[in-house]
């Protein structure tokens, strides 16, 4: 399974959110009809949606949102688990903009460090510079958040942040500005992102600003954050308060303030999401996330399953 790929199939169900209404009418559609991140093409010209899990020399074992099951390689004549590479570079180097969503992602797969994440509802970001920009949340493990502002693809702001014990350790700081790093354009970028202070600090670097929240200072939201984001093309993403009160909830019905997603709400919330995209988009979203077994294999979290 690519983790890469993986991701970005996930968050079409959010993107048909964002761009459905209208508030982002400039956005790419979601990725056609399909809701899961590999298919295999069989010998009789069946096509399966779906995960792979494990992809021996003999079989593939392959999990749905309904079963699973392993296919003898006999019976595949081809395996899709890759999406159109060429387009991550042109866009990643776009002047002046931040870095892709699939150029982000496609780094993602490679830490060990990530378990889990999955997609949950935006929480309202009642005041601020983010204030009423739509954006597509990721609960990261336990206690980490990713959020991608505007559209995914030519995002207006990129933003991680951490909850718990790890808001203030700067081991967990250092690997996300390493992280961040790999996908910037300058050395005046990179050197800014390097000289924000941990415990808050405001940069700029050209048409791009960098800034570090400390959680004294991140209001409701709590936790520790770093944003690097387009100031003017931020304020041009913003929406009515009516519009962005259809795309997000209230923090304290999805999260508690370390972090941890509430476990009694989470079916209510992925059922809210999952409502929202049928009702904008006319679809029935599967998949909301993914998680490592104990052999760190991936496995699909579906919208009809708890955590």
């Given at each position: ?11 079409a ?9 209208g ?11 399909q809701?899961?991140?590999d ?17 021996s020399?003999?079989?593939?074992l ?17 395996i ?24 982000m ?32 949340s990721?609960r990261?493990n ?19 942040g ?8 700067g ?21 800014t ?23 004294q ?11 690097l984001?387009?100031?003017s ?31 009694g709400?989470l ?21 909301r996330?993914?998680y ?6 991936f ?9």
């Amino acid at each position: 399974m690519n983790f890469a790929i993986a991701l970005p199939l996930l968050s079409a169900v959010a993107i048909a959110v964002l761009t459905a209404d209208g508030a982002l009418a400039q956005c790419p559609k979601p990725l056609g009809g399909q809701t899961m991140p590999d298919t295999l093409e069989l010998a009789d010209g069946t096509r399966l949606n779906g995960l792979i899990v494990r992809n021996s020399a003999d079989s593939v074992l392959f999990q749905t949102a309904d079963s699973e099951r392993e296919i003898p390689k006999s019976n595949i004549r081809r395996i899709h688990d890759e999406m159109d590479g060429e387009v991550v570079f042109p866009q990643l180097m776009a002047p002046g903009h931040l870095p892709s969503w699939r150029g982000m992602v496609f780094d993602l797969r490679n830490h060990d460090s990530i378990h889990k994440l999955q997609q949950i509802p935006s929480a309202t970001i009642k005041e601020g510079y983010l204030r009423n920009v739509p954006y597509l949340s990721f609960r990261v493990n336990e206690q980490s958040a990713f959020n991608i502002y505007g559209n995914p693809n030519d995002p207006v702001a990129i933003e991680f942040g951490m909850y718990g014990k790890q808001r203030k350790q700067g081991k967990y700081h250092r690997i996300v500005r390493e992280f961040l790093a790999g996908h910037l354009q300058t050395r005046e970028q990179i050197s800014t992102l390097y000289s924000l202070a941990f415990a808050g600090d405001d940069k700029k670097a050209g048409s791009l600003a960098l800034r570090v929240t400390p959680p004294q200072l991140a209001g409701d939201h709590g936790g520790w954050w770093i944003c690097l984001y387009n100031p003017s093309r931020l304020d041009a993403s913003r929406v009515s308060d009516e519009k962005y009160a259809r795309v997000t909830l209230p923090f304290d019905e999805i999260s508690f303030r370390d972090g941890r997603i509430k476990e009694g709400n989470l079916q209510k919330n992925a059922n809210w999401l999952a409502t929202m995209v049928n009702q904008m988009t006319g679809t029935i979203p599967k998949v909301r996330g993914f998680y490592r077994d104990e052999n760190g294999a991936f496995r699909l979290i579906s919208f009809g399953s708890g955590s």
